[in-house]
């Protein structure tokens, strides 16, 4: 079965943005992979909510188009793109239906409400938390209020000579 695995950064106070959605505290990781090349080449597919997926199109291209690409949206007027499609109806069975299907991981590239619904529905398996020594004081959390007692397992726990520390977990 294919794993539903969420790889992001974040503060030390367990933001994964700023307020408005900001990620600018990001350009303090310096020219470090963290492992992102073989996280990538594990996955085939990734998963988002639309207000993560509005922070993609700010990119000079779609960051994912040789991945099959799906945004979690309740705005059932969107038509699919070329490189993505929208979902918004019973997305907790989809991914059930998504994780059976035969293909590499599946990464939960977030943001904190779609990751707080795959928590909450025991969908989550890795999380592979990359962690800026930053504090934002505000902004979007990990995981958005009413994210229900979950347990997981440290697999790793890496830190690297830039103060980043990435720690890998396993639901357990």
Not at 33 to 57: E, P, Q, R
Not at 68 to 84: A, C, E, G, Q, W
Not at 89 to 104: E, P, T, W, Y
Request: glycine fraction near 10%; proline fraction near 3%.
């Amino acid at each position: 079965m294919r794993k539903l695995i969420i790889y992001t950064a974040m503060t030390i106070d367990g933001y994964i943005a700023g307020p408005n959605g900001e990620i600018d505290w990001l350009n303090d990781a310096g020219k470090t992979d963290y492992g992102y090349k073989k996280f990538y080449n594990s996955i085939d597919t990734t998963i988002m909510g639309n207000s993560t997926y509005k922070v993609t199109l700010t990119a000079p291209k779609f960051p994912y188009q040789d991945k099959t690409n799906y945004v979690f949206t309740k705005n059932k007027l969107l038509r699919d793109t070329s490189y993505v499609k929208f979902i918004s109806d019973n997305i907790d069975a989809f991914v059930r239906s998504l994780k059976q299907k035969s293909g590499k991981d599946i990464w939960l590239v977030g943001g904190g409400q779609i990751n707080t619904v795959m928590l909450n529905q025991g969908l989550i398996d890795e999380m592979i938390l990359t962690i800026f020594p930053i504090t934002l004081g505000e902004g979007i959390p990990l995981f958005a209020q009413g994210a229900l007692r979950s347990i997981f397992k440290t697999i790793n726990c890496e830190t690297y000579e830039t103060g980043i520390i990435q720690w890998h977990l396993i639901r357990g």
